[in-house]
């Protein structure tokens, strides 16, 4: 059996899945050494390739899988041109691949070529892949104006591509839990539109894989695995890393996931901006088996990647008209402090600008002994407990969209402060911005706290998947609207100011005496 097929002792995050020992059945691996001689190859040779494929270990390629292929292999190694697949007919012979047109999809993994024979699917209902038809996609996503219709164009598209049941636009929040942003799927089906699921479904390591390799295709959920044989590499004595391989047999656990789910096959396409993985596209079929052509894979990938591109420069345009707004509106805060006569704080605290300078209810401002506030503020206590719970040696900015979390007795004020913005210069000089709660509504696809439980109960319980995808209603209390970047830096450009004006000042006032 293959080395990491036992999922018992596998917690989560250290399932190494990309070393499985093992692929998934419609089609076949060999690994190459430099002279194209066969090292490691899937133990489903001889029934794909007949008498060609017995014992292909210690064999040339070309007497493995015929002269043509090799040539085309070594060609493509040559010119270093990888993971464009490689179109040809099988030449006939007795094995189940004789005649049948096949896709070689060649890559390198360690020091080894790695050839992977995947036979173009018998004829699906999918529409042609072509450049022509890749532009029309690319036109229709860039003719939407918000994300989330062209998150839904996006699910449309490589639906209409790939034939699934179902196809959902994924989206991460910052805890790595995400939620289905926008989905295509069969009329018949529940929509799984706006449901939550916890970061525990899909691990850091599964992540960090799909943000180097952008898709995967799970064929048949009901499949038998494939060994690697050798299962390690006799060179390296280490399993073949299978990072990029198209084939890869996936995770035991992450199956009975999907067979609790009902699904009979999956795809996801990453989706990553910046080397992050934002989303992912998922998609699922009901109806048995589902073979996607690579072409079709690849066109999938390629419009996820347009969508997270588009997606990613509307939010940074968007952002930057925000940021714009914010500097305009604190220079002319400033420009009026400068011109008022009164003491500092006081005409600080009399413009209504302050408040709407970063989207704050309540604004407080402690100097000398003296508090100022306006808008909506906790007691003076709670003040002082945030302004020290939230004030660094540096009095830079800081902020948090969950007072709760630093301090729980401030549970309490939540209603008027549960978002704190802070700048400062030591414990008795400060401003704090204020945000009241907002209470969120999430819906689950489950109950997210289910393995949780079963973990804290026993440390030595294999974490497994949900069984039940219910719908599970949450009320999210004790958080504010995040503060955003630019927010923070507004506040920081206004201590800064504060600074310069009372120095100033002070220049002035000497100026005068003298
Ligand atoms: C992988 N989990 C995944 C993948 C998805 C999800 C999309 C990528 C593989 C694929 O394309 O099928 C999760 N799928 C979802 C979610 C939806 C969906 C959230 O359709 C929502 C509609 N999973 C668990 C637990 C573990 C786990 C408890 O629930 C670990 C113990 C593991 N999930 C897990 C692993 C993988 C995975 C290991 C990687 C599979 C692989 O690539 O080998």
Redesign the pocket.
């Known amino acids: 059996t293959p080395a990491y097929s036992s999922p018992d002792l596998t ?2 995050d250290r ?1 190494p ?1 990309h070393v499985p020992g093992a692929i998934q059945p419609h089609g076949l691996l060999l690994a190459l050494d430099a002279d194209h001689v066969v090292v490691m190859a899937s133990a489903n040779c001889a029934r794909l390739l007949g008498p060609a494929g017995q014992g292909p270990v210690d064999q040339h390629l070309r007497d493995v899988l015929g002269p043509g292929p090799d040539q085309l292999v070594a060609r493509a190694v040559e010119a270093d041109d990888m993971g464009t697949p490689l179109r040809t007919t099988m030449p006939p012979g007795a094995g189940g691949l004789a005649g049948s047109e096949v896709d070689l999809i060649v890559h390198r993994s360690g020091s080894r070529v790695v050839v992977e024979v995947e036979p173009v699917s018998v004829p699906v209902p999918t529409q042609t892949v072509s450049y022509r038809s890749a532009r029309a996609a690319v036109t229709r996503l860039t003719q939407t104006s918000t994300t989330a219709e062209l998150c839904q164009q996006l699910a449309s598209e490589i639906r209409l591509l790939t034939d699934f049941d179902r196809v ?1 636009v ?1 989206r991460f929040d910052e805890e790595w839990n ?1 939620e ?1 942003v926008a989905e295509d799927r069969r009329d018949d089906l529940n929509p ?1 539109l706006g ?1 939550h ?1 916890p970061a ?4 850091a390591q ?1 992540r960090r ?2 943000t180097v390799n952008w898709t ?1 295709l ?1 064929a048949d959920i009901h499949y038998v695995p494939v060994a690697l044989e050798p299962v390690v590499d006799p060179g390296t004595g280490a399993p073949l890393d299978l990072s990029h391989s198209v084939l ?1 047999s ?2 035991p ?2 199956i009975e ?2 067979s609790n ?1 009902g699904v009979d096959a ?3 396409v990453s989706m990553v901006k910046d080397g992050l993985l934002w989303g ?1 596209v ?1 998609c ?1 079929h009901y109806s048995g088996p589902l073979r996607v052509p690579y072409d079709a894979r690849s066109a999938a990938e390629f419009l996820g990647q347009t969508a997270s591109q588009l997606i990613d420069d509307r939010e940074k345009a968007d952002g930057h008209v925000d940021e714009l707004r914010a500097s305009v509106a604190l220079a002319r805060l400033t420009a009026a402090l400068a011109a008022d006569t009164r003491p500092v704080y006081d005409a600080l605290i009399d413009d209504p600008r302050l408040l709407s300078l970063v989207d704050a209810q309540g604004v407080a401002l402690h100097v000398d002994g003296r508090l100022l506030t306006r808008g909506e503020v906790p007691p003076e206590a709670d003040l002082h407990v945030i302004a020290r719970q939230l004030g660094g040696a540096s009095g830079r900015a800081t902020s948090t969209h969950r007072l709760s979390s630093l301090a729980p007795e401030l549970a309490r004020v939540a209603d008027v402060a549960a978002g704190a913005l802070h700048i400062g210069n030591g414990p008795d000089r400060w401003m704090l911005w204020l945000r009241p709660e907002i209470e969120r509504t999430v819906d689950w ?1 489950g109950d997210p706290t289910n ?1 949780a439980l079963a973990l804290a109960e026993d440390p030595n319980v294999r ?4 069984k039940s995808f219910a719908k599970w209603r949450q009320v999210v209390r004790g958080r504010s609207a995040p503060w955003t970047s630019w927010q923070v830096a507004v506040a920081e450009s206004l201590r800064e100011h504060l600074s310069s004006e009372l120095l100033r000042r002070t220049h002035e006032h000497t100026a005068i005496a003298e």
Do not use: N, Q
């Open positions: 917690t989560c399932e899945i959902m994924y995400g289905v799984f449901l699921y525990t479904d899909i691990p599964a894989l799909y995967r799970i890869r996936v995770s656990i992450h996931y999907l789910m999956s795809m996801s992912l998922a699922h696809g393995k974490l497994s998947p949900r």
